[in-house]
Each structure stands twice: as C-alpha cells, then as structure tokens.
C-alpha cells in the first residue's frame, strides 16, 4: 500500500513540476523578483539615477539671505534624508545673472531660486525648473525657506532669535512603559502595516495556489471518470492523502524558489552597492526603521514557529478542499465551494494588516488561536509584543488537532462523495455523507 501512495505522490507531483506551464511561470517570477530588488539599478539603466544631484541656483535680489538659506538647506537636507554632508542631493550656489537669463540655459537637473524683499511677508520666493520637482526637494526647499522667512522676520522685529528657537523647539517626551510585556516603540503599529503584508503576502497567494491544485486535480479526475480505475486499486484515504502530499511538497517547493530568487536579487543588489551604487534612500531609511524597532530581532525566533504555521495550515487548507471537492461533479461546483476557504484566507490576510488596530483586543487574540488564521495572526501580533512564543506554540498544538480531526471525519465524507455522481445538492451531499458509518 505504501508503494501505491508513493506512485501516486510521484504522479501528481510530476505533472505538475514538469510541465511547460510551471516553468516559464517561474521564469518570469525570476526575472520579476530580481528586477524588483534592484530597482535602482533598472532605472538606473533606463536613464533615471538615484543618486543624481539637483542644483539650486539661487537669485538673491538685495534679500542678503543667500548664507542663511544655503544653511537651513544642509541642515534640512541631513534632517529629512538621513545622509551625510557629502551625500545630500541638493547642491546650493548663487548666481550674478538675471532670472531670465538663466532660464534660457536651465538644464532638467537645476532649479532657479529667485528671493525678493517683502514688506508684509519679509521674504518672497519663486521657484522655476524645466521638470516636475520631486517630494523630498520641494519638501526641503519650502522649509529652509520658512526658516530663512522667520529668522529674517526676527531680526527687523528685534526678537531674541534664542527666544524664539526655545519656543518653536519641540516638546521633549520621555516614554516610560510599566508594563515590560508592552512594546515601547510606537511605530511598530506603522511597520505591520506596510512591511508585514509584503513579507505574508507570498503565504497568501501560494494558499490561495495550494486550494486551486487540489480541488481541480481532484474534480478533473472525477470529471474524466478516471477516478473510478483510481479507486478500484487504492483506497479514498490513501489517494486524498497523496494529493494533500503532492500538492503540499510543490507549494513548498514552489516557496523555495521564491525565496531563491529573492536571495539572488538581494546578492546582485549588495554586490552593486560594494561597487559603488547607493540604494534608494527610502529603502535604507526603511531597514532603518526596522532594525531600531526590534523587528529584525524578533524575526530570528518567529521565523521558525511561523514555518511550522504555514506548513500545517498548507494540510489543513489542502485538507478541506479536497474534503470539498469531492462532493462536486464540475469545476463550476468547486468554484462555488471554495468561496469560504478563499474568504478565510482573506479574512486572515486583513486582520494580520490590521492587527495593531486591536491592540490589547481579546478578540484578536482568540483569533490568534483559530485554524487557518492562526498562520497569518499569530506572527503579526507576536512582532508586535501582543503574544508570546507561548501562545503560538498553543495555536501549533490547536491546529494540529484540528488537522487530525479533519482526517478523522473528513474521510467519512471524502469516501462516499469521491465516487457520488449525482445532481444532488452539494451540502445535503455532504451532510448525508458526514453520518455515514462507513468509514
């Protein structure tokens, strides 16, 4: 009997991994995923360059605030974009020549600065450039010149600029958190809401993948008749269990060429970088972010309870969709079961994003328990100090147990619906199948 699981196992996983179809797929996943880690360099390539710097000519009309703006850029320029002195983007210099003499010869990577003496607002600017200005320059340029503005402001007034600065300085906060369970870094909340959902979101899709495989093989079997040469030399239990496993080892293995790719575009991308390429200063203030938040650290002891998660929650999603699909006659019908398991799915997807929303919610954490969410809850609530290494350890021992009870009773079901024709209702199928004795 052994020998015959094994067949089948081969079987299955041999149609799937050979096929033209699995690998021009993951050929393009390759292409995609590597791209995608070295996105600088792509647009590098196509004529973009992150690391290309803006000049600033600046038009002082008897302002006499050139020094004074050229020092609210750098200090604004370091404060925004986290870089070093040599590093900032946006190079300042002042010009003798007239406005519009320098926008016959403006180039795409300069900006005219033309400052102008106001009676009412101190200080008037106006900012010309051939292209769109991106965020972050606008964003430094319009606060170096409303630091200019009120330091000039200041000084016609004859206010006490040391005055001043102690007013408009912001408030110093000192956090003390009594509870030590409690996370302190509040940003946290931020992180699990935009970093968290992409590392999931390969979970997501290949659970999504793993419910397809096994209804349709299974419904095509059904479909073509095959199913009854099948079940004559094999047993129902024997041929869903190869299914689950075939299923699962190519979901798996499929996951493993993602992470694959993924480890060949981060090596491309750290070997550009040791030649000389900087990264985006968005990513690098991102990996910042996380590692000052503890996320990276916590990830080392996650990372392996959240594989045994994903892995059980695999069997269980592949579990039931077969359960289901063999009460269908039709892919029609299977489309209409699957519905839930995809809702679920979704469902866990979401309240893993949304997870900081509950904080300190006793719903989510019962939710954290719950087969078939517990994979996606559990890990996002533990990166936020909700739960411990105990509670996921408690959602492993409830999703094996539910695994087991899904062999159980779902054999009952899955033996009488795999080879039942009928037109019958679906669910009054499955129910009639569920009381049946013969297992």
Request: proline share 2%.
């Amino acid at each position: 009997m052994s020998r015959k699981f094994l067949y089948l196992t081969k079987v299955s996983l041999k149609k799937k991994t050979n096929s033209k179809w699995f690998v021009i797929t993951n050929i393009i996943l390759a292409i995609a995923i590597i791209l995608l880690l070295n996105i600088n360099s792509v647009i590098t390539f196509f004529g973009g360059d992150f690391d290309s710097k803006t000049t600033l000519i600046v038009v002082d009309n008897n302002t006499n605030s050139y020094d004074l703006l050229k020092a609210n850029i750098k200090e604004y320029s370091k404060s925004l974009s986290n870089e070093e002195e040599e590093d900032i983007k946006l190079t300042v210099k002042e010009s003798n020549k007239t406005k519009e003499e320098l926008e016959k010869e403006l180039e795409d990577d300069e900006i005219i600065l033309e400052l102008n003496n106001d009676n009412t607002e101190y200080l008037k600017a106006e900012v010309i450039s051939n292209e769109k200005i991106d965020n972050m320059t606008y964003q430094i340029l319009s606060q170096s010149l409303n630091a200019t503005k009120t330091t000039i402001g200041m000084t016609i007034n004859n206010i006490d600029p040391t005055v001043l600065s102690e007013i408009s300085n912001p408030t110093t906060i000192n956090r003390v958190v009594l509870n030590d369970n409690a996370s302190v870094d509040e940003n946290m909340s931020l992180i699990m809401g935009s970093v968290f959902p992409t590392i999931i979101l390969p979970f997501f899709m290949l659970t999504l993948f793993l419910i397809q495989m096994v209804g349709g093989e299974i419904c095509e079997e059904k479909t073509t008749r095959s199913m009854e040469i099948i079940i004559s030399n094999v047993s129902p239990k024997i041929h869903l269990l190869s299914k689950i496993l075939a299923n699962n080892i190519f979901v798996i293995l499929q996951g493993l060429l993602l992470i694959v790719y993924s480890v060949i575009g981060l090596l491309i991308s750290t070997n550009m970088f040791k030649s000389g390429m900087s990264l985006p200063s968005d990513i690098t203030s991102i990996y910042d972010s996380l590692v000052a938040s503890g996320f990276i650290d916590k990830l080392i002891y996650v990372i392996p309870l959240t594989l045994i998660l994903i892995i059980l929650s695999f069997i269980a999603y592949s579990l039931v969709a077969g359960i289901l699909a063999s009460m269908t006659v039709n892919m029609e019908d299977f489309s209409q079961l699957q519905t839930p398991l995809v809702f679920i799915s979704l469902g866990g997807y979401y309240l893993a994003i949304m997870a900081g929303m509950f904080n300190g919610s006793l719903l989510i954490r019962i939710l954290s328990y719950v087969p078939f969410l517990s994979s996606f809850v559990s890990p996002s609530l533990y990166m936020m100090g909700e739960i411990g290494i105990i509670d996921i350890i408690i959602s492993i021992i409830v999703l094996i147990a539910f695994i087991y009870l899904l062999i159980h009773f779902g054999i009952r079901v899955y033996k009488v619906g795999i080879l039942n024709y009928s037109n019958e209702k679906i669910w009054s199928k499955f129910f009639k199948a569920f009381k049946s004795k013969d297992v």
